[in-house]
């Protein structure tokens, strides 16, 4: 998938909330994303911006705070506070909760099964 700067429409969203620890904390690493994807990180205010609010609610991602990222190209989303790799890959489009190649639940769910 190639990356595009965005123009006048967004594709990718940060919804944080102005006095939100968490969504402060993500600052650096999204100005990181945009200086080394070359990408522009959309961000809206929703603790004291109504029309913000409704629209993060309208997208029905589960996420119940902020910061919540939203791609619009992949509808891809991030709940929280992520790392770096997590932030890189949403905004590559990559579904941030389908791990490539793990298999760590499975011998976890081996166990479950042998003490049935």
Known sequence: MSLKSVSSQASLIKFYGQECGFCHQMEPLDERLEKELRVKLERLEVWHN???????????????????YYNEDSKAVLCGAVDYDVL?????????????HSHEGDQHNQLHKDHQ
């Open 88 to 100: 890189k890959g949403w905004a590559k489009g990559e579904d941030p909760n389908q791990p490539e």
């Open 50 to 68: 109504e029309e913000n609010a409704n629209k993060m609610f309208s997208l029905q991602t589960g996420c119940q705070g902020v910061p919540m």
